[in-house]
């Protein structure tokens, strides 16, 4: 079972920058597409970035394009989310994502406040 821990959150003031990482242990990385969501209060969760097993493919959500740039690396099983330009519309729970044909698992999540 693949276990997923993310970490990189914190406070930033509006137009800075975070790196969200997210490492997958306990399984073959390089089978799952990984994702990026975020939920604010109240809200459900919704897709950030999404990158395919291979990395050669990305999609972003409009919101975020531009200033998001989701990366991985196979050999270290870690999926990167670099967060440039900040908005305090940002501010969220972010969520790590592993899903296979036959498995899906979520991170526990880190919360990221932009906030001046």
């Known amino acids: 079972q693949v276990r997923l821990v993310e970490s990189g959150g914190g406070l930033v003031q509006p137009g800075g920058s975070l790196r969200l990482s997210c490492v997958a242990s306990?399984?073959?990385?390089?089978?799952?597409?990984m994702s990026w969501y975020r939920r604010t209060p109240g809200k459900q969760r919704d897709l950030v970035a999404r990158?395919?097993?291979?990395?050669?493919?990305?999609n972003y959500a409009d919101s975020v394009k531009g200033r998001f740039t989701i990366s991985r690396s196979n050999l270290k099983n870690t999926v990167y989310l670099q967060m440039d330009m900040l908005k305090p519309e940002d501010t969220a729970v972010y969520y790590c994502?592993?899903?296979?044909?036959?498995?899906?698992?979520w991170g526990q999540g880190t919360q990221v406040t932009v906030s001046s």
């Open positions: 990158i395919t097993t291979t990395g050669g493919s990305t």
């Open positions: 994502n592993a899903r296979a044909d036959w498995d899906e698992i």
């Open positions: 306990g399984g073959t990385f390089g089978n799952y597409m």
